[in-house]
């Protein structure tokens, strides 16, 4: 069936570290691809997304990296800051039409140490 | 230059109590949704409105209803509140099916 999960419950870093957050999903027909970032007591944040023809994306020091071979997305913080901590969510489209919807990960929660 | 708004941010209700959370939103699309999130959980989604058409999903309780009486409001009922109901809502929004989801700040749900 299909789930997306994340390697990771909580992940610590030093400030100004990289970070890398992971997730494997399991639908290998999922075309779309959404990292959110959650504060605490806040809605989900976008931050970055990527489509199954392509398999890097860069943002403002995030990047994304899709293998659909291990069907794995990753997504990488570079020169984690204090405002990075949140709960990261992956999220893969599932289904079509007027049913498509959002299929989202456990989380993981990022804790960045001063 | 909020574009998805939830009213109202922190609710208390009584055990068994009608209770209605809303979301409004300036971006126009096409579809809402609305997601129910527990502590340390990933939010998960109740049902949602492409346009004027519901789709619920199949594990939602009847318990919780929606209503959407035009493009830039959609309700939630709770009929009839229970203690395992306590949780964050959220709405959110994408121009179509399968897209980027667009979330509002949530709706704290207390029972009492």
């Known amino acids: 069936g299909e789930s997306v999960g994340l390697h990771l419950p909580t992940l610590s870093v030093q400030e100004g570290d990289n970070s890398i957050i992971n997730c494997a999903y399991s639908?290998?027909?999922?075309?779309?691809f959404i990292w959110y970032k959650q504060e605490s007591g806040k809605g989900p944040q976008f931050i970055i997304d990527?489509?199954?023809?392509?398999d890097k994306r860069q943002g403002q020091r995030v990047t994304v990296l899709l293998n659909k071979t291990v069907k794995h997305l990753s997504l990488q913080i570079a020169a984690t800051q204090p405002g990075d901590s949140a709960v990261y969510f992956c999220?893969?489209?599932f289904g079509s039409g007027n049913t498509g919807k959002l299929i989202f990960g456990q989380g993981t929660t990022l804790q960045v140490k001063p | 230059d909020a574009m998805v708004i939830q009213n109202p941010r922190y609710q208390v209700t009584q055990f068994g109590k009608p209770v209605t959370l809303s979301c409004s939103q300036t971006?126009?699309?096409?579809?809402m949704y609305w997601y129910q999130q527990k502590s340390s959980q990933a939010p998960k989604l109740l049902f949602h409105?492409?346009?004027?058409?519901?789709?619920n999903e199949a594990d939602t309780p009847d318990n919780f209803q929606s209503r959407r009486p035009n493009t830039s409001f959609c309700f939630l009922d709770i009929r009839s509140p229970g203690l395992g109901d306590a949780a964050m809502y959220l709405c959110?929004?994408?121009?179509?099916?399968?897209?980027?989801?667009?979330f509002g700040p949530g709706t704290r749900l207390t029972v009492t």
């Open positions: 409105y492409y346009d004027k058409d519901f789709n």
């Open positions: 639908n290998s027909a999922s075309d779309y």
């Open positions: 990527i489509r199954s023809n392509m």
């Open positions: 971006l126009n699309h096409n579809v």
């Open positions: 959110a929004t994408s121009r179509n099916t399968g897209g980027r989801q667009y």
């Open positions: 999220a893969e489209t």
